[in-house]
T-cell receptor, first 114, second 114 residues
Framework: DAKTTQPPSMDCAEGRAANLPCNHS???????VYWYRQIHSQGPQYIIH???NNETNEMASLIITEDRKSSTLILPHATLRDTAVYYC???????????????FGKGTKLSVIP | NAGVMQNPRHLVRRRGQEARLRCSPM?????VYWYRQLPEEGLKFMVY????????ESGMPKERFSAEFPKEGPSILRIQQVVRGDSAAYFC????????????FGDGTRLSIL
């Protein structure tokens, strides 16, 4: 899996949009971008994933640049409950050894401030 | 995270004892993954199983650790002759199929070795 680079920490005011960047400059054409978050003492929570096109669900939006070398996770209206560590992960789409693993880096610690 | 059930949530063992961690996947999911999170570190993949089969155990320590996912019942991660270094949070995830499907995590078992 390609490596990702994320800022170690970010702050966001409650009610504002939180934009979390991720660089994955070595991503291959057959790799998805996944986002998870981990709230303290809980298991990772799946947020969203995408390959080429931008994606949106009830939790967030995922914007992937045209060259796919970076992406941004957008939480449109951050709340205090969104305070967590956010992980950007790239993962191959094809079956085979190692393709099932999610490789978690250090992520971005997002603090939503009242 | 409520869909994937792990028990116990907390487990205390003395050095040399055995630890058994259980994971019931989400309904309709037949693929199970185990990860370990050491204090202040990210999650590390351990093993991937389908019903009655180990598909990828590349992240499992060579000794003392084993995993199974029987035809009936939960997946079990077994650690024999535990040592202090086994103290960690162990997370289980499940997905309906293998590659290209998001993995959904339980809230983990926190193992403490006295």
């Amino acid at each position: 899996d390609a490596k990702t680079t994320q800022p170690p920490s970010m702050d966001c005011a409650e009610g504002r949009a939180a934009n979390l960047p991720c660089n994955h400059s070595t991503i291959s054409g057959n790799e998805y971008v996944y986002w998870y978050r981990q709230i303290h003492s809980q298991g990772p929570q799946y947020i969203i994933h995408g390959l080429k096109n931008n994606e949106t669900n009830e939790m967030a939006s995922l914007i992937i640049t045209e060259d796919r070398k970076s992406s941004t996770l957008i939480l449109p209206h951050a709340t205090l409950r969104d305070t967590a560590v956010y992980y950007c992960i790239v993962r191959v789409t094809t079956s085979g050894a190692g393709s099932y693993q999610l490789t978690f880096g250090k992520g971005t610690k997002l603090s939503v401030i009242p | 995270n409520a869909g994937v059930m792990q028990n116990p949530r907390h487990l205390v063992r003395r050095r040399g004892q055995e630890a058994r961690l259980r994971c019931s996947p989400m309904k309709g999911h037949s693929h199970v993954y185990w990860y370990r999170q050491l204090p202040e570190e990210g999650l590390k993949f351990m093993v991937y199983l389908q019903k009655e089969n180990i598909i990828d155990e590349s992240g499992m320590p060579k000794e003392r650790f084993s995993a199974e996912f029987p035809k009936e019942g939960p997946s079990i991660l077994r650690i024999q002759q535990v040592v202090r270094g086994d103290s960690a949070a162990y997370f289980c995830a499940s997905s309906p199929t293998g590659a290209n499907q998001p993995q959904h995590f339980g809230d983990g078992t926190r193992l403490s070795i006295l």
